[in-house]
Structures are given as structure tokens and as C-alpha cells.
């Protein structure tokens, strides 16, 4: 095995220690762009939920809704999304996260007690909810200058 690893010109191995501090930055990273993937598909949702249904706020607009019962319509629906995603994925992954922690922890041979943060799932939630809904304001205004009268002579 010796003459088959020097062929490859390679004489010692050399295990490099992993750093905690070097890998402390992986789980921010890997959280980040989890909610930047989230904030797109949301984004896409709306954007989608406003071309559907661009006919019936045309007619909810000629019953008397005004442009600030529009944005207000579209905030509520981007928001019910994000409530929806939070009641599912908050509890979801603090399970899934202790389980991970616990056959990791176990393996490694340290002491598996998880914790969970409570202060940054209460921060990541309200965070979600004011991005949801700045996130909803531009189909809400393009939806609110839609033009009854113009949408609902396509028929």
C-alpha cells in the first residue's frame, strides 16, 4: 500500500484538525441562505397569486374596493404565507434539530443536551412576518392599478 500511495507522489499523510471557530460560521451560512431561497419562493408566489388573480380584484375593485383594500388584501395574503410556514417549520426543525444534535452529539462522544433558542426563533418569526409583508407590497401596488373596467372587458 506504502509503493501505491508514493506513485501518486504522496509520502505522509497529515490529518488536519478541524477548528471549531473555523466551522462555527457553516450553520449561519447554511441559514441564510435557507431564508434567502424562502424569501424568493415567496416573492415568486405572490407574484404568481397576483397574475391569477388579477380578474377578481378587477371585480372586487368595481364593487367598491379601494387601492388601499387591494394592498392591504395582498399584505394579509403574504402574511397568512409566511404565518403557514412558520407554524409548520419553527417546530419542525427545533425537533429535527435536537434529533440531529442528539445522534451527533452521542457519536461524538460529548454530552447531548440541546437548548433552544427562544429569543432568536422569536426574532427569525418577526422577521419573517415584516419581510413577508414588504415582500408583498410591489404585486399589491402593481394588483391596485389594475383598471377594472380594462381587466373585465377581456371577456
Known sequence: ??????????????FVALNI????SVPVLFASIMGLMALVVLAHVLAV???????????LRALGF?????LRTV????????????????????????FAWRTYAV?????????????ACAIVAGATLVLAALLAI?????????RAGVELRTE
Open 21 to 24: 471557530e473555523q466551522i462555527e
Open 66 to 70: 379601494s387601492r388601499g383594500q387591494v
Open 75 to 98: 399584505v394579509w395574503q403574504s402574511t397568512i404565507y409566511a404565518v403557514v410556514a412558520l407554524a409548520i417549520g419553527v417546530p419542525v426543525g427545533v425537533v429535527l434539530g435536537r
Open 1 to 14: 500500500m506504502r509503493a501505491s500511495i508514493e506513485a501518486f507522489g504522496i509520502e505522509r499523510f497529515e
Open 49 to 59: 397569486a397576483a397574475r391569477t388573480r388579477r380578474r377578481d380584484i378587477a371585480i
Open 138 to 146: 410591489a404585486p399589491a401596488l402593481r394588483l391596485a392599478g389594475t
Open 107 to 119: 457519536h461524538l462522544g460529548a454530552v447531548p443536551e440541546a437548548t433552544i433558542p427562544f429569543v
